[in-house]
């Protein structure tokens, strides 16, 4: 059985210059099935200081016209 895991993101740019940021890992087996086990999402403004980790409801409340969608083979 061939199976594997990792670490990877995915990005958006918001209009009001900052950017979403979706961070995940997942697990893999036979290099098919592909299951997400963990997703962190961040706010990534143009200042270090603006950088700060949100929870999925505040992601929410961001994108009104619905939540970027993550899929396992992203």
């Not at 670490?7 to 893999?28: A, P």
Request: with cysteine.
């Amino acid at each position: 059985m061939f199976w594997g895991w990792g670490t990877k993101s995915k990005r958006w740019d918001m209009d009001n210059g900052y950017m979403l940021i979706c961070q995940y890992r997942y697990f893999h087996i036979w290099f098919i099935l592909r299951f997400i086990t963990k997703k962190r999402w961040f706010i990534q403004g143009d200042k270090r200081s603006e950088d700060r980790e949100i929870t999925f409801e505040q992601v929410k409340q961001l994108m009104p016209n619905g939540v970027p969608r993550i899929n396992a083979y992203s």
